[in-house]
């Protein structure tokens, strides 16, 4: 299967030394070398810069980079995609492909598509008006809620109405299609496909010595994600100090990519951790390669997810269950579907801070009985989840709506 996959606004990495910036990058990056590997021709279109090389290999995997261009008088989505478009256009002018797989809205290229009769699959993130929950009450704040009503949202529901197939994540989105996606769509046009997680790169790694060198090492909570707002990594500074009271020797470990919009958060969270005196129990590592992911699980004795915002189904619970991490997670519905309360995690409401608290204390409580959790994860995800069999899931979608041109 001749594959082309568009990546959207974040840079497709040339090499696990590279960290993955974004949650919406993750599912493509491991779902194109899960294809590469089921035998599929895959190509990746994604931006670039001016020292990346214009086209690249890595692990079989095609990457064609196109450096977007910045003009005030367009929305940068737009400008982007006629980059994007020029140069599919010149990689498809003898019917290369088959397929087009797309985790972001698209446009452009979708006369090219239905000309050349070739499906288009679109992975759904959400919709952009779901991101305007708990947006600041600021300038900023304005002109984002503008540019998705009046620009990002009707392309992302022409982009829906457009494809052949919508794949939703899970089974609660997939019910409440209508809901997650902003209108109707008939059954018929959706997809339900879980994430898939690497279990090969991510399973348990012996860090002894690396944990060692942690001062307060007793217990240590990790986080791995992007490091903005709507993540919630301040509810957990918040009562870090209650947990101190009860266990001293306690470290939050904050892993992630602090992307450019949401830079002011980890100055938040640094006067945050001075005004708590947490100082000495904190530690940030940012921008931390891909291939160095799982030893930070691997460090972890439980992962925190404590997201403020509605975020379905991140995949850093994929990622920290298949290192064998048990999960304290918000919860939301999609979350259910992986996360048993006492058997892989504790899930507890919303914004709840003492519920939070008391999620936290109870896993650090009994240390056998969270290494049973552990273990319980990793099975979930090596016989649910591993992405070999999301690919599979794909790979079999593609060729169904191929047969059916």
């Not at 994540?169 to 209108?183: A, D, P, Y």
Request: charged share 25%; glycine share 6%; hydrophobic share 35%.
């Amino acid at each position: 299967m001749r594959v082309a996959i568009f990546t959207g606004l974040y840079r497709y990495p040339a090499s696990m030394e590279e960290p993955v910036v974004a949650g919406s990058l993750v599912g493509p990056f491991y779902l194109s070398r899960g294809l590469v590997k089921l035998g599929s021709d895959v190509h990746v279109f994604s931006p670039g810069t001016s020292e990346d090389e214009a086209y690249s290999t890595f692990d079989g995997v095609k990457i064609h980079r196109y450096i977007p261009t910045k003009l005030r008088s367009l929305p940068g989505f737009l400008v982007s995609d006629f980059e994007r478009y020029k140069l599919f256009l010149k990689e498809n002018r003898n019917g290369r492909f088959e397929i087009i797989q797309t985790q972001s809205p698209f446009f452009f290229e979708l006369s090219h598509a239905k000309r050349n009769k070739l499906p288009i699959v679109f992975t759904d993130h959400g919709s952009p008006i779901n991101c305007l929950i708990d947006l600041p009450p600021s300038w900023l704040g304005v002109v984002r809620k503008m540019t998705t009503r009046f620009f990002s949202q009707p392309l992302y529901e022409f982009t829906c109405r457009n494809a052949e197939k919508i794949v939703l994540i899970s089974k609660e989105l997939f019910r409440n299609s209508e809901k997650e996606l902003g209108f109707k769509v008939s059954n018929e046009k959706l997809e339900l496909i879980h994430n898939g997680v690497d279990t090969n790169h991510f399973s348990p790694r012996e860090v002894g010595d690396l944990r060692n060198k942690i001062e307060y090492n007793e217990n240590i909570l990790v986080y791995v994600g992007r490091i903005s707002h709507e993540k919630g990594i301040h509810n957990v500074l918040k009562i870090l100090p209650k947990i101190l009271d009860y266990h001293s020797s306690t470290t939050f470990l904050i892993v992630g990519a602090p992307i450019s919009s949401f830079k002011n958060y980890i100055e938040i969270l640094r006067k945050l951790i001075e005004k708590e005196k947490i100082q000495k129990h904190v530690i940030f590592h940012l921008n931390v390669p891909e291939e160095d992911l799982p030893k930070f699980y691997s460090l972890g004795d439980v992962q925190l997810v404590p997201s403020i915002n509605y975020d379905p189904f991140p995949n850093a619970i994929f990622e920290g269950m298949a290192c064998g991490l048990p999960v304290i997670s918000t919860d939301f519905e999609p979350r259910r579907e992986i996360i048993t309360n006492n058997e892989t995690g504790f899930l507890f409401p919303e914004g709840d801070s003492v519920e939070l608290k008391n999620c936290i204390l109870s896993a650090l409580s009994d240390k056998r009985r969270l290494k049973k959790m552990g273990k319980n994860s990793r099975k979930i995800m090596m016989e649910k989840y591993d992405i070999t069999l999301t690919a599979k899931k794909y790979l079999k979608l593609y060729k169904d709506l191929v047969e059916a041109i």
